[in-house]
């Protein structure tokens, strides 16, 4: 295993073809990573394969993109149960899943239920829906209990003000640093509560290797540097 390096606080590890394979090339570069599922069916097939990777832990996840009104609340609740580490979960309110949102909002109500009595890390997705997140995970008790990750934080100023003095952490990389915005709330987020991620690959079956990672993660390190002098991207990590 190479010295540790950096830390990806949200990858979809369970988007590509082998992750086990890219797990291990990871592991050689010296990365350690928080592989987010989207489904508790990916969730226990993708731990299936990296349970006995060191440098990987993986997140039990439902992501609002997916949530079909079926049985989801029920299988991630249960799937919870068994890990400390939770997500992609959170809220999507864009118009292309907003349809959803009743069925959205019982699952991650599920989730934080099942988060509530302490201990979790949960990495949240929040389109359009930051304040109602915070308001589901304040209401169930895992906003006092978890550590609470905002991936890729997209909200108002208000709710950013809010997350932060919530104590939440936010997790940020490239394509939110890409934004005006994002890096303004790079600025803002408390630096020992802010981590690095790459969110990667960008949809599923993309060819997206370990180096493709650690590459994305240098870029965002050096802009996260050049907004917070003082910053340590290698102390910014998890485990």
Same mark, same amino acid.
């Given at each position: 295993?190479?010295?540790?390096?950096?830390?990806?606080?949200?990858?979809?590890?369970? *988007?590509?073809?082998?992750?086990?394979?890219?797990?291990?090339?990871?592991?050689?570069?010296?990365?350690?990573?928080?592989?987010?599922?989207?489904?508790?069916?990916?969730?226990?097939?993708?731990?299936?394969?990296?349970?006995?990777?060191?440098?990987?832990?993986?997140?039990?996840?439902?992501?609002?993109?997916?949530?079909?009104?079926?049985?989801?609340?029920?299988?991630?609740?249960?799937?919870?149960?068994?890990?400390? *580490?939770?997500?992609?979960?959170?809220?999507?309110?864009?118009?292309?899943?907003?349809?959803?949102?009743?069925?959205?909002?019982?699952?991650?109500?599920?989730?934080?239920?099942? %988060?509530?009595?302490?201990?979790?890390?949960?990495?949240?997705?929040?389109?359009?829906?930051?304040?109602? %997140?915070?308001?589901?995970?304040?209401?169930?008790?895992?906003?006092?209990?978890?550590? %609470?990750?905002?991936?890729?934080?997209?909200?108002?100023?208000?709710?950013?003000?809010?997350?932060?003095?919530?104590?939440?952490?936010?997790?940020?990389?490239?394509?939110?640093?890409?934004?005006?915005?994002?890096?303004?709330?790079?600025?803002?987020?408390?630096?020992?509560?802010?981590?690095?991620?790459?969110?990667?690959?960008?949809?599923?079956?993309?060819?997206?290797?370990?180096?493709?990672?650690?590459?994305?993660?240098?870029?965002?390190?050096?802009?996260?540097?050049?907004?917070?002098?003082? *910053?340590?991207?290698?102390?910014?990590?998890?485990?």
């Amino acid at each position: 295993m190479g010295e540790a390096r950096l830390f990806d606080a949200h990858v979809h590890l369970d *988007w590509l073809a082998e992750p086990a394979r890219a797990a291990a090339d990871a592991g050689r570069l010296g990365l350690r990573m928080l592989c987010c599922t989207v489904s508790p069916k990916g969730y226990q097939h993708t731990i299936s394969q990296l349970n006995g990777f060191d440098d990987v832990r993986v997140a039990a996840g439902m992501h609002p993109w997916f949530v079909d009104g079926g049985t989801d609340a029920e299988k991630i609740a249960s799937a919870i149960e068994g890990t400390d *580490w939770v997500g992609e979960v959170g809220l999507d309110f864009g118009r292309a899943h907003v349809a959803t949102k009743k069925d959205q909002l019982r699952v991650f109500e599920a989730v934080a239920e099942a %988060c509530s009595y302490g201990g979790k890390t949960i990495s949240v997705h929040a389109v359009r829906s930051a304040g109602t %997140c915070l308001d589901v995970l304040d209401r169930t008790g895992a906003l006092a209990s978890c550590r %609470c990750i905002f991936h890729w934080f997209s909200g108002t100023s208000e709710e950013l003000v809010r997350a932060r003095e919530a104590g939440c952490w936010f997790s940020v990389g490239e394509r939110m640093l890409a934004t005006r915005r994002g890096r303004e709330y790079a600025r803002q987020v408390p630096t020992d509560r802010l981590l690095l991620e790459t969110d990667l690959p960008e949809h599923e079956g993309d060819a997206t290797c370990a180096a493709n990672i650690a590459a994305s993660l240098d870029r965002a390190a050096q802009t996260l540097q050049a907004l917070r002098p003082g *910053w340590d991207p290698r102390s910014a990590r998890l485990f």
